[in-house]
């Protein structure tokens, strides 16, 4: 839930100026992982290792709120102190942190980095939660250690200290910084992903993982005999003493704009980074043969891979909003996702659906005891949308799973099943611990992510990525249309061996050719949903209604709704309307009811005729053309362009989001930063 980001230039001369702003600007990259307070640790001087590591301690600052506080507290601080912004150094390794609470509330002590003790021996930045910090705070208060924070982070750097100070009593002198870091890790359970500074180790960082995601970029200069530099394109490491610049980031959108050179560090590496050369540990969970309480595994090699992104990708460009621009990316969003994967024969008219992820696995998905959707929130609002089209092509059982449910459950999970993870980060923790209890079980495990690389992607036996591009958006927008388009498409490349379903599949693969068009169409409702957005501004509470495909959609539009707006918002199954729900109706309360033309639309006009006898304040979303029909002008309408009935909630869930969109802004709030909540969910 949280964004950690690292700097190190090794032999390239950057002011401290220079590096507090590349910070601060990793930090704003990430501000949508976590936003309630941040943090900066930095180097207080440029001298000699051995000198630092004698007389200073790092700089630390911490402010509550978002990073642009971060910002005016740092400079009022280096103003009142008269800091020198100009010094350069050679060599400096600065870490930093913007939080999304978890333990203790958003304040200054609580903010990381969070530090060993008032001399900053020992500084972390960390993202994830450590389950056992009960048990090790109580151990460390034993032994002397007071604490200050809430948090269960504070734990990790006076463990590190403590394993310092006790290698250094017991005469082991030449400890290294990944040997202390890999006895702390001994002892931490959890999800986390971490950055460590000591001033016993000057211009070293030390990162490791485990659960949560982390990342290193390498930017590496070649030597000219003008002692001017270029830039050096490898495919692994060095260690041949060129200047670097190396980056950490819990994702790539703090990397794009300084590199493209990325590793993605994996569960239990370790990565060491000094000297201008990056060494990678792989954790060993037990103590040494030896009996010592300290150890250093053996290293390994790790190939570079290439961003596939662009700094155009994480900017508004035209837009107020990152949420304003990915509602109006998504014609593009769309296109990007099928590109080469929907396949029409010239000579013999032939369509067909290609997913090259999944093809080597279609034989055992056919012979499935059951399909299981697994996922949270909007993703599993998605596979929920996803469903029907899925039952009626592949003619297998289909199961609906929310991820942490399945888990408190301990829900059977058989050999012959086929479970598809569906999550835009491919990090979410539910997720990926129900994956490893399906993998545990023998099921065949499907990932559907946004993100190459991520945790879902590469453990996963395959999956299919659905290129919806950067969503830096805290709400869901066209990552939730792209993935109920990639699913129609397993449906498709599931069923492609039925002849009796083979003209409904082509006609499903026409409409999906057509469906960018579509959404462009519904695109010019904008003006419309603000003007609606207006009359609902003063309301507290929203319920939709929707049913068949609609079902998900009614869901999704009350999660948008509640996630950016704060306001209470229902999605409900029209056909539980008189269990319950029916008596919440009377002229105050708006209720959106989703009528558009598919086999449930006879039942979606007896709903809406029902509502209006209880004197139901109404806004009926229908197709083109059908407004009189629906209601009979007695209410606001919605028109959106027809498609075949499993694309439909593609096209129907625009306007909602356009709704959430207006209906935030007019009410003032951060429509990007909801109150509360942050993109990527990595703590259970």
């Known amino acids: 839930m949280c964004g950690i980001f690292a700097y190190l230039n090794y032999n390239v001369n950057r002011d401290r100026r220079y590096i507090l702003e590349l910070l601060f600007n990793g930090l704003r990259r990430l501000e949508y992982r976590g936003y309630d307070s941040a943090g900066i640790s930095i180097d ?57 609470a978890t333990h203790g509330e958003p304040a200054p002590r609580n903010s990381h980095p969070q530090s060993s003790g008032a001399e900053n021996d020992f500084l972390v930045v960390h993202n994830g939660v450590i389950t056992n910090y009960k048990v090790l705070q109580q151990s460390l208060l034993r032994h002397g250690f007071t604490f200050e924070s809430e948090t269960d982070t504070e734990v990790i750097p ?57 990342l290193l970029g390498v ?51 370790v990565v060491d980074i000094k000297d201008g050369g990056v060494t990678i540990l792989k954790f060993e969970h037990g103590k040494r043969k030896d009996g010592k309480s300290v150890s250093r595994p053996a290293s390994v090699q790790r190939a570079l891979s290439i961003l596939e992104m662009e700094v155009e990708q994480i900017s508004k460009g035209k837009y107020e909003h990152y949420m304003q621009k990915e509602i109006h990316e998504q014609p593009e969003s769309l296109t990007t996702t ?63 799973e929310i991820a942490s449910d399945l888990l408190d459950r301990q829900a059977p999970v058989y050999r012959d099943d086929t479970i598809l993870f569906v999550s835009q980060s491919g990090e979410t923790a539910d997720t990926l611990n129900a994956l490893e209890y399906a993998l545990e079980n023998g099921a065949l495990c499907v990932g559907i992510t946004n993100t190459v690389g991520s945790s879902i992607a590469r453990n996963t036996h395959c999956g299919v990525h659905i290129n919806a591009g950067s969503e830096i958006g805290v709400a869901s927008t066209k990552a939730y249309t792209s993935q109920i388009v990639v699913m129609a498409m397993v449906a498709l490349a599931i069923g492609a061996d039925s002849i009796s379903t083979k003209q409904r599949r082509e006609g499903i693969i026409d409409s999906l050719l057509n469906l960018p068009g579509k959404i462009r169409e519904v695109l010019k409702l904008d003006e419309e949903m603000k003007d609606l957005a207006r ?25 948008k709704v509640k996630e950016v707006a704060l306001m209470h918002s229902e999605g409900i199954l029209a056909g539980e309307m008189k269990h319950g729900p029916l008596a919440l109706v009377d002229e105050n309360l708006p209720i959106v009811v ?24 109404l806004i009926v979303m229908c197709t083109e053309g059908d407004a009189e029909a629906v209601c009979g002008g007695s209410c606001p309408v919605i028109e959106v362009p027809h498609i075949v009935d499993c694309l439909q909630p593609v096209v129907n869930i625009v306007p909602l989001q356009l709704l959430a969109y207006h209906l935030t802004v007019l009410r003032g709030y951060n429509v990007d930063q909801p109150r509360n909540l942050a993109k990527s969910v990595t703590t259970e």
């Open 338 to 400: 099928m590109r080469g994967r929907l396949i029409r024969d010239g000579s013999s008219k032939r369509k067909s659906v290609l997913l090259g992820g999944l093809k080597d696995h279609l034989k055992t998905i056919r012979r499935s005891r059951r399909i299981v959707f697994i996922g949270c929130g909007t993703s599993y609002n998605a596979a929920l949308a996803a469903r029907p089209i899925l039952e009626e092509l592949c003619g297998i059982p289909v199961m609906m």
């Open 594 to 617: 989703i009528a558009t033309r598919d086999q449930c639309f006879s039942k979606q006009q007896s709903v809406i005729q029902q509502l209006k006898a209880r004197k139901g304040r």
């Open 158 to 214: 006076k463990l590190a200290k403590f394993v310092f100070d006790k290698a250094i009593e017991g005469g082991d002198q030449t400890v290294t910084f990944s040997e202390v870091v890999l006895e702390v890790m001994r002892h931490l359970e959890g999800a986390y992903a971490l950055i460590f500074k000591s001033r016993h180790y000057p211009n070293e960082l030390i990162a490791c993982k485990r659960g949560s995601p982390l």
């Open 219 to 269: 930017k590496e200069y070649a030597e000219e005999q003008n002692n001017g530099t270029t830039y050096n394109d490898m495919k692994f490491i060095s260690k041949n003493g060129h200047p670097k610049e190396l980056f950490l980031s819990s994702d790539p959108h703090a990397l794009v704009e300084h590199t493209k050179k990325v590793l993605v560090i994996e569960d239990s590496e």
């Open 44 to 100: 207080s001087s440029s001298l000699s290792a051995a000198a630092l590591r004698s007389c200073h301690s790092p700089l630390v600052f911490r402010q509550e709120g978002n990073i642009e506080s971060l910002v005016k507290s740092v400079y009022e601080e280096v103003s009142a102190t008269d800091l020198n912004l100009d010094e350069s150094f050679s060599v400096h390794a600065g870490i930093a942190h913007t939080r999304w």
């Open 535 to 559: 009359s609902l501004i003063s309301e507290q509470s929203l319920l939709m209604f929707g049913r068949g495909y609609n079902y998900a959609t009614a869901l999704e539009g009350a999660l």
